[in-house]
Structures are given as C-alpha cells and as structure tokens.
C-alpha cells in the first residue's frame, strides 16, 4: 500500500491522541517510548532506542552527505490544579483536541514523524535525516537529547519541533539562573546597625533593575535581566547576615552564557553564582537554505524567548512547529487538529524544498 500523506496525517493524529491517553511526565516516557516505537516500525522503519529518546535513520543514510535532524520530545509538565476536563482523555471538540502534551509538543512530534516517514524510503536527498523522539526536555535531564547526542552523527542542522504556529524561530534566547548575595551584619534588631543586610538590598535591587546589556540582538533584542526571588531573616528580632536573590537572564544571540556570567560577576554589586551555564542561546543564519525554503512557502522569522532543546544542540538550528506556545503548560492544554495537518504538509513542503 502507498503511503499517502493523508495516511500519514490520520495515522500521526491516531498516535497523538495515543500519546495524550499515557502519562509521560520528565523521566516517565517509557510507554510513549514504545508507541512511537510501535508507530515508526508499522511503516517499515527501524527504530533504536537510548533510554527513553526514540531515534531511527532514513534508510539510504550516506555518511559522505550533512546530515538533518528532526528532534521534538514527548514528555510532559504534571498537569496543573486550573485543569476542568481529564488531561489524559484525548478528544475533539469544535475542531480541539484537548490533552496534556497536545500542544507542547506532541503536535510537534507526530508531525515531524510523519515527516520522516514520508521521506524514509526517497533517495537522492542533499541530507541524511535523523528523526528523535527524545525524553527529558522539560526538565533538562541527563537522560534527555544531551545524552543521545554523543551517539549520534556529526549533525549540521536541526528542526526542533515546538509551537511557533509555523513559523521559523531562527533564535531562541538561551538562559542563566544566579543566585545572589547580599552582606551585611547580623544583630539584634534592638541595637543600631548600619549595615542591615535587607536595608543593602534596596541599592542591588535598583541595580539590578537598571542595569543593561551593550550588545542588542537583530533575532532576539536585549538580554533579560529580572529578578524572581527574595529571601532573608528567620526571626523577628534579629538582623540577617544576608539577603539571597535569585536572578533569571535571558540571554540573547550576542552573548554566550560564560560571558554573561564573567560581566555579572564583574560588575554587580554583590556576589553572583550562576546555578549553570549549558542552556545557551541558539540561532540559524537567515540566509540558510532552509529558512530560505520555509520563507518562500509565505512562513514567517522570528526570535524566540522560551527555551527549548535547541539549548543542547551546537549546529545551527531552526525551532518550528504547529501549536501556539502561548497554550503550553496552561489548563485544557488542547491543539487545533488542522494544525496538526497543516503542520505536516509544511514540514514536508519545507524539507522537500531544501533536500533537492
């Protein structure tokens, strides 16, 4: 039987629907593991497995060429206390369908499934592909695509599936966590004390508020400096020896991470420790042939202020896919089953555009 690409759409809803019915919370993936498993071996392809990330090869794979991947995940976010309706019962309303992962990213993911079955058997592709279903991207775990990495291929360019509702994110904002200190000395608070650590915030914080950083992203604008977090004292009645903040940077395209952190350290007024410096920011150049071929299918750029996977990756690399991100981790999570085939029939239009 001919594999169609409406077959391929109402097989990769069937799977979604599926993957929604079976918990897959951050290290958990396992039974979505063998779904999709199951999904890519019924169309001839032969999967291979590192944990819970799900990955396979197309079948004339030509170490000479560069190779593609099409990366998405499939765990999930625990569901959260707004949700109304069972966020494992898969089902269409009004042209919805609700779920949790619906939309961040099991959309995604059969699309770019279903994508690279169509493209499985064609020969005389510019690039390999690899397709990955990988675990653990909610939580950037160890057993996530940091771990399948190492065995994969040299990969020279990257679709990460996310909700950009078809457009191209050609940057993505990376991400540093510090977590600060500010001094002062400890006392009874019945006694004079100049140096009130709580007090020493007030100038840190103003600072930090004001504080910029020289270099703006064409893609992604400013680095994002904003403090989230305040904590100091135990006792009503005795001064603290200090204040910890916690500070959320977003980093742009300008920038890595390491020198972020060298600046902060430098320059703020009170201790700054980054918790870690992998999540770095990531882009692709306009001018790349693939962006080129989605642009010419009427798609939009843009940059992107969430994180993603693309975090992991050090090739150039797009995220795109169908979905809005504005509905991840919300209550009712659900994604428009036309977006689904619309994002499908995108994927294989970009790609067919850029393997010629």
Not at 1 to 9: A, Y
Not at 39 to 68: C, M, W
Not at 348 to 354: C, D, N, P
Request: aromatic share 6%; proline share 4%; hydrophobic share 35%.
């Amino acid at each position: 039987m001919k594999i169609t690409q409406n077959i391929l759409t109402e097989k990769a809803i069937e799977l979604l629907k599926k993957l929604i019915s079976i918990p897959s919370f951050s290290g958990e993936e396992d039974k979505t593991g063998d779904a999709i498993e199951a999904f890519l071996q019924s169309f001839g392809v032969k999967t291979q497995r590192q944990h819970n990330n799900i990955y396979a090869f197309n079948k004339y794979f030509d170490e000479s060429k560069p190779t593609l991947l099409l990366n998405s995940h499939h765990d999930t976010v625990k569901p959260n206390s707004a949700y109304t309706k069972d966020p494992f019962n898969a089902h269409i309303e009004d042209g919805k369908l609700y779920g949790l992962g619906s939309n961040d990213a099991g959309g995604c993911l059969v699309s770019l499934l279903a994508t690279f079955v169509h493209f499985y058997e064609k020969e005389g592709l510019s690039h390999n592909i690899i397709v990955a279903a990988t675990g653990e991207e909610e939580d950037a775990g160890e057993k996530s695509i940091r771990a399948l990495l190492p065995i994969l291929p040299k990969i020279d360019v990257a679709i990460v599936g996310e909700p950009t509702l078809m457009d191209l994110a050609i940057a993505e904002k990376g991400l540093v966590v510090f977590d600060a200190v500010v001094e002062g000395t400890p006392s009874h608070a019945a006694h004079p004390n100049d140096n009130n650590a709580i007090y020493n915030t007030i100038e840190v914080l103003q600072w930090l508020k004001d504080y910029s950083f020289d270099k703006v992203s064409d893609a992604l604008g400013e680095v994002k400096l904003t403090t989230t977090q305040i904590n100091a004292g135990n006792q009503h009645n005795v001064v603290p020896g200090h204040a910890d903040l916690v500070i959320d940077v977003r980093v742009n395209d300008c920038y890595s991470n390491q020198e972020i952190a060298d600046i902060l350290q430098k320059e703020a007024p009170c201790k700054m420790t980054p918790r870690s410096l992998r999540l770095n920011s990531s882009c692709i150049n306009p001018d790349h042939d693939l962006v080129k071929s989605g642009l010419a299918l009427g798609r939009k750029t843009y940059g992107s202020p969430t994180l993603s996977d693309q975090a992991a990756l050090t090739c150039q690399s797009v995220k795109l896919g169908p979905g809005d991100s504005t509905r991840s981790h919300s209550a009712n999570e659900f994604i428009f089953v036309n977006e689904v085939e619309e994002g499908i029939d995108i994927y294989i239009k970009t790609l067919t555009g850029f393997l010629q």
